[in-house]
Nanobody, 124 residues
Framework: QFQIVESGGGLVQPGGSLRLSCAAP????????IGWFRQAPGKEREGVSC????????NYADSVKGRFTISRDNAKSTVYLQMNSLKPEDTAIYYC?????????????????WGQGTQVTVSS
């Protein structure tokens, strides 16, 4: 029962930080490229960041460059999204997705497995 599970979302004040985690319990994500996506109310899903299976290649949406960092743990079993200097416009449901190869893009068809999302709310 391979599944993607996100965690770490919550309510944070503008300027604050959160770290999201993505995992596949009992399996690990070491064989997959990983993308983070988000969807705000009334808006389409958009790519945020992605990382290769080795962790050697990453990409970021322009809107989060310099503020967000994607990384993998040493065993590559878990992927993280460190979010700093959060803004109200970062409020969204954040989804983790796994693909069999890394393209460096945020095309939805590059990703085969999706988590159910974790809510991030940035508000005073």
């Amino acid at each position: 029962q391979f599944q993607i599970v996100e965690s770490g979302g919550g309510l944070v004040q503008p300027g604050g930080s959160l770290r999201l985690s993505c995992a596949a319990p009992g399996f690990g994500l070491q064989h997959y490229a990983i993308g983070w996506f988000r969807q705000a109310p009334g808006k389409e899903r958009e790519g945020v960041s992605c990382i290769s299976s080795s962790g050697g290649a990453t990409n970021y949406a322009d809107s989060v460059k310099g503020r967000f960092t994607i990384s993998r743990d040493n065993a590559k079993s878990t992927v993280y999204l460190q979010m700093n200097s959060l803004k109200p416009e970062d409020t969204a449901i954040y989804y983790c997705a796994a693909g069999v190869s890394y393209s460096g893009s945020f095309a939805l068809y590059d990703y085969d497995y999706w988590g159910q999302g974790t809510q991030v709310t940035v508000s005073s």
